[in-house]
C-alpha cells in the first residue's frame, strides 16, 4: 500500500531557530517528492520538486534532501521566520502510466513563536 | 497572471442538498485536478482533466459526485445528493505540463459543511 508518513505532526519553533521536518514513504514505483507550504485558508504552494537522482534541493531558507534508498526524505528550514508559521506536507508522485498518481502526507504543522 | 481560483470560498448547505464547487485553472494549463482533504486526513486525489477528457477518476468516492470540464477550461465537481462525510475541504489545482516534473499550482479550496 502506497502511503506517506510525516513527522512530528506538529512542532513549535522559536524566532531564528532551524528545524527539520521528515518525510517517510512506501510508494512504489516512485517517480518524484514534492515538499508543500500550507499557510491557514490558502493552497499548498510547491517549495521544491525532486527526483530519484536528486539528494539536495534548496529554495531560499529551505532545503530537502532525499535518500531513495531508505525511502526517505527531509526539509530543513533555516532561521525560521514568523511567516514560516504554516502546514508542511509532502508528497510522492508514483506512476504506473504517463501520468502518474500523487500521496499526500498529512502534514506537518509548524508554529513559529517571537 | 492570476492563479487558479476557485468559487465559493465556503459552502453550508444540509444533508441531501446540491452542491457545486466551481475551479478556474491558470490560463492555457491543460491538466485540472480535484483533490479533497477530511478534517484530520491528508489531502486526496479524486481526479484528474486532460483539457475536457477525464484522465483518471479513480479517485472520486461514488456516483454522487460529478466533475465537468466544459471547453477545457474551468470545471465543476457537483455533489447529490450530499451526506455529512462529504464535509472538507476541496483542493483544484492545474498544471501546464503533464509529466512526471509538471509542476501543481493549487487553488485556495472551497471548505463544504454538510449539516
Known amino acids: 500500500k502506497n502511503q506517506v508518513e510525516q513527522s512530528p505532526q506538529s512542532l513549535i519553533i522559536l524566532e531564528g531557530k532551524n528545524c527539520t521536518l521528515q518525510?517517510?514513504?512506501?510508494?512504489?514505483?516512485?517517480?518524484?517528492l514534492r515538499w508543500y507550504k500550507q499557510d491557514t485558508g490558502r493552497g499548498p504552494v510547491s517549495l521544491t520538486i525532486m527526483t530519484f537522482s536528486e539528494n539536495t534541493k534548496s529554495n531560499g531558507r529551505y532545503t530537502a534532501t532525499l535518500d531513495a534508498d531508505t525511502k526517505q526524505s527531509s526539509l530543513h528550514i533555516t532561521a525560521s521566520q514568523l511567516s514560516d508559521s504554516a502546514s508542511y506536507i509532502c508528497v510522492v508522485r508514483w506512476t504506473t502510466d504517463s501520468w502518474g498518481k500523487f500521496q499526500f502526507g498529512a502534514g506537518t504543522q509548524v508554529v513559529v513563536t517571537p | 497572471e492570476a492563479g487558479v481560483t476557485q468559487f465559493p470560498s465556503h459552502s453550508v448547505i444540509e444533508k441531501g442538498q446540491t452542491v457545486t464547487l466551481r475551479c478556474d485553472p491558470i490560463?492555457?494549463?491543460?491538466?485540472l485536478y480535484w483533490y479533497r482533504r477530511v478534517m484530520g486526513k491528508e489531502i486526496k486525489f479524486l481526479l484528474h482533466f486532460v483539457k475536457e477528457s477525464k484522465q483518471d477518476e479513480s479517485g472520486m468516492p461514488n456516483n454522487r459526485f460529478l466533475a465537468e470540464r466544459t471547453g477545457g477550461t474551468y470545471s465543476t465537481l457537483k455533489v447529490q445528493p450530499a451526506e455529512l462525510e462529504d464535509s472538507g475541504v476541496y483542493f483544484c489545482?492545474?498544471?501546464?505540463?503533464?509529466?512526471?516534473?509538471?509542476?501543481?499550482?493549487f487553488g485556495p479550496g472551497t471548505r463544504l459543511t454538510v449539516l
Open positions: 518525510c517517510n514513504y512506501t510508494v512504489s514505483p516512485f517517480s518524484n
Open positions: 490560463s492555457g494549463h491543460d491538466n
Open positions: 489545482a492545474s498544471s501546464q505540463a503533464g509529466g512526471p516534473i509538471g509542476e501543481q499550482f
